[in-house]
């Protein structure tokens, strides 16, 4: 093409050029530009018009942007996918049937993580297989692919050779014909010529995979710039599988840090029913610092504390688990609420400058119908009446710990038997749709509702009250992990209840055993009576042996027969192994054999030993 000589030997004609083609004749020995005139802009018999379909021709260049728009709106479809499934999926949807009729879609098992040491031997999963319908082109017969279907590699295979060269490559290549049959299966016809493309998905690091690009004979065969086509798409694909392991593993590694740091289940404390939720944030923005606990104290007593460290990243949850251990010990402690929160702010204060955290603390005792609640910058409880009533209690607001200088106040209010305390995080009220005392106010007659529908001679169940609060939640509000702890007072009857005080002397571990062998008497509990009596006197007679000031004993009639000695010895009982000889040492084997539960706490001003007995069948008050 272009100019030329004559076929006429001899003869010498200069045809016409175009524009900047080079030019050879006469006695030039290189490349000249021809000259521009008219005669450059036609076509003659010695310079013919450049082909149609050749490198650059318009049809060429119209190909090659059609590949460059495939390739974009297949890559951001692949893009798209959070997780490997959607990532595979969006590969197998973007190409067929647009750039094939089928493909298949190998993954390293295991897939290794960021600089993981890949496990030995090297297997290959089938992950998903797309294929157009038998019927014609309409649409895709998806993921006929059997999970179980694992392909090894073995070193200086066809297959791993293939692996090795990281390329695309055409199925009619030697290397492609010899590994195509691993890929495959027996099953599967292998496709004639370069109707096949075998693409390594590569990572950052290493292959972690394979996809198999097939087209059927009525399609025109796969050409090399299909190889680069393949080349972009698996680039793409390997490179989100990779990001998307990496990311799985940060969101379980936080996830499971979470998730044992809040209660595997709830105590259930005599006089108290509790039900709670934990629900997570969207996915992109999963790890939280919200927190929940309830903790049994002595008396009967129970702790019920949530919290919410601000931010949301994993050191979110680092805190949150310094802050719920450093919590869980000051409750412990038997310290009151405002206290707590004065030492947790503390706490938080010396974990750095911005550590930071909302916390609502109360304490609830059944046999008083009391609770008594401080606050640092949570969100106010909401409390329903047995009536079906609801009201957002009035408690101090607080500023958050970490602050500083803050000092935190208490306030204790009566709650009748059957009434439900609801607390929250402000993941569940608050939200780019609504602000906190709106969700606040939704929240309230949410609850009411909920007590309306159930009638006000029955109180809703605490699993279904906590159902129905989360279904306040929409598509939208879900910025902020929430929790939902419910908690129902139901109290212990004074009938239920009878206490003592008993002076520090010897003579008191026997007004204890009467003081029992009655009152069992009165409430037809007679079978328990020698294991009560002679658990009651071996604490007693150890509490008087060390007391200073009257020791108290307290008895609960409940689900269970519970026994309370309290004494201001600090303290606690430690069982050791006695001699032959020794008189004493054996008092705790004996109550740890007899009881069912038994254990010893902290108290302000000394110590609290318990035990429980089990009720006979049919005698639950």
């Not at 297989?129 to 649409?139: I, Y």
């Not at 706490?347 to 550590?355: E, H, S, T, W």
């Not at 101090?396 to 305390?421: H, I, K």
């Not at 008497?521 to 509490?543: C, F, R």
Request: aromatic content about 4%; hydrophobic content about 40%; glycine content about 10%.
């Amino acid at each position: 093409m272009g100019w030329g000589k004559s076929r006429n030997a001899g003869t010498e004609h200069t045809g016409s050029v175009i524009p900047g083609q080079a030019v050879r004749g006469g006695n030039h020995h290189g490349p000249r530009s021809a000259p521009v005139d008219d005669e450059l802009f036609r076509t003659t018999p010695n310079n013919p018009m450049t082909s149609g379909d050749g490198p650059g021709s318009e049809v060429e260049l119209r190909r090659a942007d059609d590949s460059m728009r495939f390739v974009g709106a297949a890559t951001r479809r692949i893009a798209r996918g959070m997780d490997l499934d959607e990532i595979v999926l969006g590969l197998c949807r973007a190409t067929v049937p647009s750039f094939s009729d089928e493909i298949f879609v190998y993954l390293r098992d295991p897939l290794p993580v960021g600089d993981e040491r890949p496990a030995s031997p090297f297997m290959l999963r089938l992950r998903r297989v797309d294929r157009l319908r038998q019927e014609g082109r309409g649409g895709h017969l998806a993921a006929d692919a059997d999970p179980a279907v694992l392909r090894p590699v073995p070193p200086g295979s066809a297959l791993a050779e293939v692996l090795r060269g990281v390329r695309p490559l055409l199925g009619g290549s030697d290397a492609g014909r010899d590994a195509l049959p691993w890929l495959l299966g027996a099953d599967h016809p292998l496709p004639d010529g370069h109707r096949a493309i075998l693409a390594p998905l590569r990572g950052r690091r290493r292959v972690i995979g394979v996809a198999v690009f097939l087209r059927g004979n009525e399609r025109s065969s796969f050409d090399p710039n299909d190889l680069l086509v393949a080349a972009q798409l698996v680039t793409h694909t390997a490179l989100s599988l990779d990001k998307a392991v990496l990311y799985g593993r940060e969101a379980y590694i936080a996830g499971e840090l979470q998730r044992a740091m809040l209660p595997s289940s709830l105590p259930q404390p005599p006089g108290v029913g509790l039900a709670s939720r934990y629900l997570p944030a969207a996915e992109t923005a999963r790890i939280g610092g919200d927190w929940y606990d309830a903790i049994p104290l002595p008396g009967s007593r129970v702790a019920l504390v949530v919290g919410d460290v601000m931010g949301h990243s994993m050191t979110s949850a680092a805190i949150m688990g310094q802050l719920h251990t450093t919590v869980q010990t000051l409750v412990g402690l038997d310290l009151p609420p405002q206290e707590v929160l004065r030492r947790l702010d503390k706490q938080a204060r010396r974990l750095g400058d911005d550590r930071m955290a909302t916390c609502q603390c109360a304490v609830y005792d059944p046999v008083a119908h009391t609770i008594t609640i401080s606050n640092a910058g949570h969100p106010p409880p909401v409390l329903l009446h047995p009536g079906g009533r609801t009201e957002v209690l009035r408690v101090p607001p607080g500023a958050p710990v970490g602050v500083g200088g803050v000092d935190f106040e208490a306030v204790e209010l009566d709650v009748p038997a059957g009434a439900t305390l609801i607390q929250y995080t402000d993941g569940l009220v608050e939200s780019r749709l609504r602000d906190i005392w709106m969700g606040i106010e939704q929240l309230r007659e949410r609850v009411e509702a909920t007590a309306r529908r159930t009638g006000a001679d029955h109180t809703p169940s605490l699993e279904a009250l906590c159902d129905d609060v989360l279904h306040m939640v929409g598509p939208g509000d879900r910025d902020d992990d929430m929790v939902i702890l419910a908690t129902r007072f139901d109290g212990i009857a004074p009938s239920d209840v009878a206490h003592w005080s008993l002076e520090p002397v010897h003579e008191s571990p026997g007004r204890a055993r009467r003081l029992v062998r009655r009152t069992l008497a009165d409430w037809g509990l007679a079978e328990l009576t020698d294991s009560a009596e002679l658990l009651v006197s071996e604490i007693v007679t150890n509490a008087v042996r060390y007391a200073e000031r009257p020791v108290s004993m307290r008895l609960l009639r409940t689900d269970s027969l519970r026994c309370e000695v309290g004494d201001d010895s600090t303290q606690l009982p430690r069982g050791r192994w006695a001699r032959p000889t020794d008189e004493t040492g054996r008092g705790l084997h004996v109550v740890s054999a007899l009881a069912q539960r038994w254990g010893a706490a902290d108290v302000s001003g000394g110590k609290v030993v318990w035990f429980e007995l089990d009720l006979p069948r049919g005698e639950s008050p």
